[in-house]
T-cell receptor
Framework: DAKTTQPNSMESNEEEPVHLPCNHS???????IHWYRQLPSQGPEYVIH???SNVNNRMASLAIAEDRKSSTLILHRATLRDAAVYYC???????????????FGKGTHLIIQP | ETGVTQTPRHLVMGMTNKKSLKCEQH?????MYWYKQSAKKPLELMFV???????ENNSVPSRFSPECPNSSHLFLHLHTLQPEDSALYLC?????????????FGDGTRLSIL
């Protein structure tokens, strides 16, 4: 299985942009890049996903390197409610031979300072 | 608002008890999942159901028995559990079990085995 590497923790100030990096040097051509986050005492929450092109949604932006070996989740203006563990996950397309759930790593613990 | 509801939120049981965890989604999704989140380990996929058929079982001990009576409900029946089974059990759903589709998680059942 392709693995991801993320920093254990990061700190940022409220109302500033946050760039969360993820390395996935063994990514295959059919791996999607997913980001989820988990707030304290809650289940994980979908943030964004992409394959090759950069993606934007109301929560965040995903910047994918041209060689796809790394990606960056961008929170444009962090708030205290963005304090969570952020998971970068590679997800295989279903090939018909079996289903794949999401393989979570340890993620990055994002701390937001007021 | 999660869209996926898990009950109970907390459960304490002895090793000889039998209990069930319940998950309910009214998102119109066809795939449902059970995950286990232990204190010192990443989220682990346990079971995947698609259209009420089990499509994945990740070598989970037989003391965990899933049931999916319809596409909106998923149960995890527990019997003769061990202390190491104490964890947060999370249910998720997605439109189908293609991994490029977001998964929606409940807030989990915190299980403690005495």
């Amino acid at each position: 299985d392709a693995k991801t590497t993320q920093p254990n923790s990061m700190e940022s100030n409220e109302e500033e942009p946050v760039h969360l990096p993820c390395n996935h040097s063994t990514i295959s051509g059919t791996d999607y890049i997913h980001w989820y986050r988990q707030l304290p005492s809650q289940g994980p929450e979908y943030v964004i996903h992409g394959l090759t092109s950069n993606v934007n949604n109301r929560m965040a932006s995903l910047a994918i390197a041209e060689d796809r070996k790394s990606s960056t989740l961008i929170l444009h203006r962090a708030t205290l409610r963005d304090a969570a563990v952020y998971y970068c996950i590679l997800g295989l397309m279903y090939s018909g031979g079996g289903a794949d759930g999401l393989t979570f790593g340890k993620g990055t613990h994002l701390i937001i300072q007021p | 608002e999660t869209g996926v509801t898990q009950t109970p939120r907390h459960l304490v049981m002895g090793m000889t008890n039998k209990k069930s965890l319940k998950c309910e989604q009214h998102l119109g999704h066809n795939a449902m999942y059970w995950y286990k989140q232990s204190a010192k380990k990443p989220l682990e996929l346990m079971f995947v159901y698609s259209l009420e058929e089990r499509v994945e079982n990740n070598s989970v001990p037989s003391r965990f028995s899933p049931e999916c009576p319809n596409s909106s409900h998923l149960f995890l029946h527990l019997h003769t559990l061990q202390p190491e089974d104490s964890a947060l059990y999370l249910c998720a759903s997605s439109q189908d079990f293609l991994v490029n589709q977001p998964q929606h998680f409940g807030d989990g059942t915190r299980l403690s085995i005495l």
